[in-house]
């Protein structure tokens, strides 16, 4: 189409003080400032995307960097020309001959690739005057198929198993998607149980949410036990027997103390532990998975597993029972195409990571689309939803009866509001100013 | 010590052309330009510590930015609080509460990590009066295993087994030392086979390097099987059936096609195939390892596996059967420790990669203290050596009848001629002034 040529990428260093309250402290970030780089492409003909990866505060500058150095691969081309060969671009990406020595696929670049990207999805999904999960679910299979790089993963996964797997979920699609516009998708609430809160305001926080109809709770666990056995058992008394409770330890164990140390937990039955240990450690996660698996505990995680390649293994290991996929992590819709298809492959459930800054608003779409066209199964799924920081969307979350609504807006709901970036940009924005004149931080 | 407090960190973005001629070119690194982060620490006393990280061309100024931002951690500290509890240091650099979100442990922190962890290593050296890896040999074992981060490890590999395995290597020591300082430590070649290199090049290379005393000779594979077929056949001709050559495919292919390829590599009798594919995955090349065992082809790779965890699962599948440890793309000498004694524990050999810029300055150090301190075996162990840009460092490798004679000047190794760093600094250097000038690159 003409005019889809970007000839500008921008980015940002947006971050909220949110260590001042010890919003989202756990075990190993104990003061995390969330924060995101903020992308917006421009084209020709004055159209924009918008995109962003998350950051919990020191180093999104890093990431920043990051992005402008890839930004000279994106500029100059049109939208057409990257949807045209998106698996192509992808690949010009994360396989740049000089770049990809400081990855590979990984870390910084991988989040910067993922901030980009996640702003082309949305410049497209604008472009087709559609909400990106209805983009995904409306897309023909072997063009689906076509934006994903299987480099690294056909021995898991072929690209004609991925598209067997989207031809036969078409059967009951369409009742899907109605059921969704309906009810929502069901979520999970992580805000009543940071490490860093009170129990007083534990117990206030998780009645409240019972009140409004949430169902499914996670506890951060794994600084101290007798914390978290106390924490524990205040929540199942609060929420009872019957309700759903996850826990979370955010990679603070070795492979041996994950085992002693939630086998202690047993008793308030957790559905999963999330993170036991290091996000690398495929063959730490499937000992963990063995040893829990007797007491009908499972293994999540996913938010920092940095690539399909490493999803690929943990699926193929049985290293986890629940996939938690991450929108900023990895290489946006792209790879996570790809990490949806070979769960479905390997039939284990997908249940994403969200929270952060924009965390939910963007993975809401990935999760739909997991329902509708590829999984068609809610049985063992939630979605995570964290209220905290919607309020600088343009089009935030809409959460109703604990489910996630389906977005209505064109694009991938990345868009924040200009006023909250420019108050929240480190370190020039007026919120960081007054903070330090207070010397707070 | 008096002074010896750090009170600047500084680090400059350093690149020489090496793609306007091919050097270093492999299948997936098409046209590198040999780079370095380059940090030097000041002391109060006005003593100075370098170290270095490697990149190839475009990013490094995204690693540039991220020593920056660890800097913060180091100002301010004394080498002996440093030193005194290494391990402390290394996690406080490693698990920062908001930066190990951007990692954890891998991609561009991990490199900006090693980077000032090794001229912090360097400086330690210095003030010692000694070589690195002759401060390696003299250390206490228990001060050396304090300086190593056991955490997500200890499945593999406790305290106490570390400990055990040096103090038991302690037999021999004194003769192991006098042999590497009279012999030198056995090397192999990658300077002849790039794969940007024509036929005559090729041949003209590999004879004069046989003149030399080489008997160790890697191939770079991966783009083309016919010309990998002609091109080893040529080598093999060239070098004879006794001396060992080697294929390097630099994560070129998927597990199932690294196989089909490699076999039809195996007339030509490679020791071992380097990075088949991606260097993230454990159980494909635990598979490509079980496939081409009976062939008598191992598999080595290393130079991109981004901490111990990953090193840690490689040696539990059996995945590979040469540790390629890289003094530059883990956290320094502290996380090498850890990679060396495992490797001793799962008696698998080490062959460090090397080449680039300085990673045979540095790599030598930890090589000679393995063989030194920890394997005392030199059975299908070797040291990667590259022919290029040595003229730059202040103490380059010394390279006789095909061994890397042990360094003499204390230190790392790693500082770099001032001349040198100042002529080819990224973009503004003279060199790089010259190359914008006639619009080479």
Not at 153 to 169: G, N, S, W, Y
Not at 335 to 346: G, P, Q, S, T, V
């Amino acid at each position: 189409m003409p005019g889809d040529k970007i000839i500008n990428v921008s980015v940002r260093d947006v971050r909220f003080p949110t260590s001042l309250e010890q919003h989202g402290s756990d075990a190993m970030h104990t003061d995390p400032d969330y924060s995101v780089a903020y992308v917006v492409l421009e084209t020709e003909a004055a159209l924009k995307g918008y995109g962003l990866t998350f950051t919990v505060g020191r180093g999104t500058e890093i990431v920043v960097c990051a992005v402008k150095a890839l930004s000279t691969l994106v500029v100059g081309k049109t939208l057409e020309e990257i949807t045209g060969d998106f698996r192509g671009f992808y690949r010009l990406l994360s396989s740049d001959g000089q770049m990809r020595w400081i990855g590979p696929e990984k870390g910084v670049i991988q989040l910067a690739t993922a901030a980009i990207l996640n702003a082309v999805w949305d410049l497209w999904a604008r472009v087709e005057g559609k909400p990106l999960w209805k983009l995904l679910v409306d897309m023909d299979p072997a063009k689906l198929i076509s934006c994903i790089d299987f480099r690294y993963i056909t021995d898991a996964l072929t690209e004609q198993e991925a598209l067997d797997i989207l031809v036969k979920a078409k059967a009951g699609q369409k009742t899907r998607e109605e059921q969704m516009l309906r009810e929502g998708y069901p979520a999970y609430t992580t805000s009543c149980a940071w490490l860093g809160y009170t129990d007083q305001q534990l117990t206030q926080l998780c009645s409240d949410a019972l009140a409004q109809g949430w169902t499914k709770f996670k506890v951060k666990v794994g600084a101290d036990l007798q914390d978290d056995i106390r924490r524990c058992s205040l929540i199942r008394k609060l929420i009872g027997p019957d309700k759903t409770l996850m826990i979370d330890a955010n990679q603070r164990w070795d492979v041996n103390e994950a085992v002693t140390w939630v086998t202690k937990l047993a008793e308030f039955h957790p559905l999963w532990i999330e993170e036991p240990t290091s996000p690398d450690d495929i063959l730490g996660h499937a000992s963990i998975s063995k040893a829990l698996a007797p007491f009908g505990i499972g293994v999540a995680t996913g938010e920092q597993c940095h690539n399909r390649v490493m999803f690929k293994q943990f699926l193929q290991a049985s290293a986890l029972q629940f996939v938690q996929i991450d929108s900023c992590r990895v290489g946006s819709v792209n790879e996570n195409l790809a990490i949806i298809l070979m769960a479905a492959k390997f039939n284990v459930p997908v249940c994403p990571h969200a929270g952060g800054v924009g965390l939910c608003e963007l993975v809401q779409h990935l999760i739909l689309f997991d329902y509708i066209s590829v999984s068609a199964s809610l049985s063992n799924r939630m979605c995570e939803f964290v209220d905290h920081l919607h309020e600088h969307f343009k089009s935030p979350t809409n959460i109703r009866n604990a489910h996630y609504i389906p977005p209505v807006d064109p694009g991938f709901s990345c868009e924040m509001l200009e006023e909250s970036v420019k108050k929240h940009q480190y370190p020039e924005g007026e919120v960081w100013r007054a903070i330090e004149k207070q010397g707070k931080l």
